[in-house]
T-cell receptor, first 115, second 114 residues
Framework: DVKVTQSSRYLVKRTGEKVFLECVQD?????MFWYRQDPGLGLRLIYF???????EKGDIPEGYSVSREKKERFSLILESASTNQTSMYLC??????????????FGPGTRLTVL | AQSVTQPDIHITVSEGASLELRCNYS??????LFWYVQSPGQGLQLLLK??????LVQGIKGFEAEFKRSQSSFNLRKPSVHWSDAAEYFC????????????FGTGTQLKVEL
């Protein structure tokens, strides 16, 4: 079974703190993604990565950065957390297909609250 | 840019009744289309996908979806809903011309009455 794990299910942080959300996948997937999920807005892509040390901005990258030092791990960083970053964060991974798309496998999510 | 519309935010059906969840997409070329389900407290699970070929696709848990190019739709159906189907359902589109990204709809919350 493909497994995508996220370091925390629930996280509470204070405004201005630096926050790290970790995601690990065990299927040797090249592609990894970070989304945030908000009621009425669905899932929105923050950042994605197609390879180690490679990253690309998604639709809403402002206020976030990412790190991919190892193939299996993709970290989302909130440099200075703000209350509008309170949300559910979902990590996903997929294997690439040339000229196509493969299923994304999702982790259980981290519900982040910024006070 | 591609977009996905799920016009129904909430739907309530009785157990045993049929279900149809609507999804409309906007994209010029042939899209890759997906339906995902999110049970409470869980991540997203793929129900089914359409890449090409037969426009009626079968998925897991007894779900199916039909791709209609003329209507730009990819509606999800189930003939008889079970109480365990209560969840949030997301339609998504991927297109190689759209930055290789998956674009999700806003989701439809399904409630099943016993």
């Amino acid at each position: 079974d493909v497994k995508v794990t996220q370091s925390s299910r629930y996280l509470v942080k204070r405004t201005g703190e630096k926050v790290f959300l970790e995601c690990v996948q065990d299927m040797d997937h090249e592609n990894m993604f970070w989304y945030r999920q908000d009621p009425g807005l669905g899932l929105r892509l923050i950042y994605f990565s197609y390879d180690v040390k490679m990253k690309e901005k998604g639709d809403i990258p402002e206020g976030y950065s990412v790190s991919r030092e190892k193939k299996e791990r993709f970290s989302l960083i909130l440099e200075s957390a703000s209350t509008n970053q309170t949300s559910m964060y979902l990590c996903a991974s997929s294997a690439p297909i040339a000229g196509g798309f493969n299923e994304q496998f999702f982790g259980p999510g981290t519900r982040l609250t910024v006070l | 840019a591609q977009s996905v519309t799920q016009p129904d935010i909430h739907i309530t059906v009785s157990e045993g009744a049929s279900l149809e969840l609507r999804c409309n997409y906007s994209y010029g070329a042939t899209p890759y289309l997906f339906w995902y389900v999110q049970s409470p407290g869980q991540g997203l699970q793929l129900l089914l996908k359409y890449f090409s070929g037969d426009t009626l696709v079968q998925g897991i848990k007894g779900f199916e979806a039909e791709f209609k190019r003329s209507q730009s739709s990819f509606n999800l159906r189930k003939p008889s809903v079970h109480w365990s189907d209560a969840a949030e359902y997301f339609c998504a589109v991927f297109s190689t011309g759209g930055g290789n990204k998956l674009t999700f709809g806003t989701g439809t919350q399904l409630k099943v009455e016993l």
